[in-house]
């Protein structure tokens, strides 16, 4: 398995939205909205990096709302 943590930043006032979208996303654990840098971080566990990908490149980033993202995968 892969877990991979990714970093959302979202327009104003989208953070609410965005949350349950990326949630419904198949291989997504769970979203938070957070205080920092970033607006949300997701956490995804799936069985490829290529998984990872499609989830961070293809549907996160596609969701109108979403600035910008970052993706770190687990080492451990």
């Given at each position: 398995?892969?877990?991979?943590?990714?970093?959302?930043?979202?327009?104003?006032?989208?953070?609410?939205?965005?949350?349950?979208?990326?949630?419904s996303?198949?291989?997504v654990?769970?979203?938070?909205?957070?205080?920092?840098?970033?607006?949300?971080?997701?956490k995804?566990?799936?069985?490829?990096?290529?998984?990872?990908?499609e989830?961070?490149?293809?549907?996160?980033?596609?969701?109108?709302?979403?600035?910008?993202?970052?993706?770190?995968?687990?080492?451990?």
């Amino acid at each position: 398995m892969v877990t991979a943590f990714i970093m959302i930043k979202a327009n104003t006032g989208e953070a609410d939205r965005l949350r349950e979208e990326i949630e419904s996303i198949e291989g997504v654990e769970s979203a938070h909205i957070v205080a920092g840098d970033v607006d949300i971080i997701a956490k995804a566990r799936v069985e490829t990096p290529a998984e990872v990908k499609e989830i961070a490149a293809t549907n996160i980033q596609s969701i109108d709302g979403v600035e910008n993202t970052q993706t770190y995968i687990a080492m451990d």
